[in-house]
């Protein structure tokens, strides 16, 4: 059997991340419990913004988590395949909206004189 790009998330590599960094580790899961709890926004839709933002980074771990996450947040399935659809139109967006750059640059090497 071929070894996977990533691996399984196991207790043993857990907390060897901890231990190798404690007061980090600490200060992120308090960041991440901070930044999903309920505020201006509810949790529900935090998670929804994860599960989209976990398909443009495409963090395998990041999607399957939030997706858990979000669905024990009361998300449906339309709700988060939506997110997700924002999610690709972004990066679509984003690779149309650049396009100029290389337009711009297609210019410039034209307009310079051959040597």
């Known amino acids: 059997m071929e070894p996977h790009m990533y691996p ?14 404690p007061d980090i580790y600490s200060a992120f899961r308090a960041f991440g ?3 999903f709890a309920d505020g201006a926004l509810p949790s529900k839709t935090k998670q929804l913004i994860a599960v989209a933002a976990a ?3 495409q963090c395998p771990y990041c999607i399957r988590g939030h997706t858990e ?4 947040k009361g998300a449906t399935e339309q709700e988060i ?6 999610a690709a139109e972004m990066r679509a967006g984003a690779a149309y909206a650049h396009s100029v ?12 004189p051959a040597t």
């Open 81 to 86: 395949m939506e997110a997700i659809w924002v």
């Open 55 to 57: 398909h443009v980074t």
């Open 69 to 72: 996450l979000a669905m024990q």
């Open 8 to 21: 399984d998330t196991t207790k043993e590599l857990a907390r060897k991340r901890r231990e190798l960094s």
């Open 101 to 112: 750059i290389a337009i711009d640059a297609m210019d410039r090497a034209e307009a310079k």
């Open 33 to 35: 419990e901070r930044v």
